[in-house]
């Protein structure tokens, strides 16, 4: 269930709203004369960054040593 206030009343109880924001998890609409403006949402959780990548490396072997077929342009 989305929660509405008026501008007038963010305008007024901005950082407690924001707190609560933060503290439920649950998003608020801002609206002016009944009509919905804004949507403030809280930030998403921050991923731990380690092994954050773990998994999305493949090994596809040397490919640093020369090749053993001789190329065309090296004739």
Not at 18 to 28: I, S
């Amino acid at each position: 269930m989305q929660t509405a206030i008026g501008a007038g009343d963010f305008k007024a109880r901005c950082l407690k709203l924001l707190d609560e924001v933060a503290a439920t998890r649950e998003p608020l609409v801002i609206t002016k004369h009944g009509k919905a403006v804004a949507k403030l949402v809280p930030v998403p959780a921050e991923a731990e960054l380690f092994g954050a990548m773990a998994g999305s490396v493949h090994h596809e072997g040397d490919i640093v040593s020369p090749l053993d077929n001789e190329w065309e342009a090296s004739r």
